[in-house]
């Protein structure tokens, strides 16, 4: 969100990875209306313990999803289907598709351990949301989580007076 935040762009609408993801859920999403600007939307669904990036260009009427460990494509259709519900886009219109490293000017999104289907997934959506940042596809993919980290405490460093932030009080358990 704070990548969003910090890019700027009136044509893409970063949509918030904590979708819901069951059926019941998605019957009860209220329909929100996207403002003409808007012609791109992009999401970080995730799995039980899994992240990926779908990329949804309005005018083509295409998703594209990258992810590093290939899975079916009907493994983000839920995440799919609710974006598309929410923003009143027939499902039926669109078709969807892997993102492969062309799409996203050379970097590197296949991922070759258990771990970093994260960092991947944030550096596939900086290159989205600010396709001028230099040196992504330079970096090696074990670097990714470390730039990751550093520029995730420059934005919450630079947008600290934005950010609002709530404390869950924990409940007291009766014994």
């Known amino acids: 969100i704070l990548s969003s935040h910090d890019a700027h762009r009136e044509d893409l609408l970063y949509i918030d990875a904590s979708i819901p993801t069951k059926p019941q859920f ?3 999403a209220k329909r929100v209306s ?3 600007k808007v012609l791109n939307l992009v999401s970080i669904p995730k799995t039980i313990d899994h992240f990926a990036v779908i990329h949804f260009k309005i005018h083509e009427k295409k998703a594209f999803v990258y992810d ?3 899975k079916p494509l009907k ?3 839920i ?3 609710y974006i598309l519900e929410r923003y009143g886009l027939e499902e039926k219109d669109w078709t969807i598709e892997r993102g492969t490293t062309t799409d996203i000017g050379g970097i590197s999104i296949i991922q070759r351990d258990e771990y970093n289907c994260g960092p991947i997934a944030c550096v596939i959506l900086w290159r989205i949301i600010k396709p001028q940042m230099k040196n992504l596809c330079e970096m090696s993919q074990s670097d990714y989580r470390q730039v990751v980290i550093k520029e995730l405490r420059r ?3 630079e947008h600290t007076s934005s ?3 709530y404390e869950r009080k924990k409940r007291i358990r009766d014994s």
Request: aromatic share 10%.
């Open 26 to 28: 998605m019957k009860n």
């Open 34 to 36: 996207l403002p003409n």
């Open 68 to 70: 590093g460990r290939g």
């Open 75 to 77: 493994e983000w259709h």
């Open 79 to 81: 995440h799919y289907c």
């Open 155 to 157: 934005l919450i460093e």
């Open 163 to 165: 950010l609002v932030v």
